[in-house]
Nanobody
Framework: QVQLVESGGGLVQPGGSLRLSCAAS????????MRWYRQAPRKQRELVAS???????NYADSVKGRFTISRDNAKNTVYLQMNILKPEDTATYYC????????????WGQGTQVTVSS
């Protein structure tokens, strides 16, 4: 069984920073891409950032220059450093990873809430 567990969400003032973490555990042979999505109330889930197994990254235009995705392959963990946070960043953030066991499967974390408000 594989689990993705996120941490690091919370309440922060506009302009502040948060760092999200997502650790994969269980019987894992390999991890390919790892991603962060977010979903705000009454909106569709959107891709925020992704990182390949080799470290190549991509970002949504709305977070470029403010968010940084990184990963520690030894720890099966992906991070999202979020700076200069804005109220519109308020959402539940979900971790996603392509994990190989007997085949490649997409796994999701349970989500962590980020609220940006004064």
């Amino acid at each position: 069984q594989v689990q993705l567990v996120e941490s690091g969400g919370g309440l922060v003032q506009p302009g502040g920073s948060l760092r999200l973490s997502c650790a994969a555990s269980g019987s894992i042979s390999a991890i390919n891409a790892m991603r962060w999505y977010r979903q705000a109330p009454r909106k569709q889930r959107e891709l925020v950032a992704s990182i390949s197994s080799g470290g190549s990254t991509n970002y949504a235009d709305s977070v470029k220059g403010r968010f940084t995705i990184s990963r520690d392959n030894a720890k099966n963990t992906v991070y999202l450093q979020m700076n200069i946070l804005k109220p519109e960043d308020t959402a539940t953030y979900y971790c996603n990873a392509e994990i190989y066991r007997a085949s490649w499967v997409n796994y999701w974390g349970q989500g962590t809430q980020v609220t940006v408000s004064s």
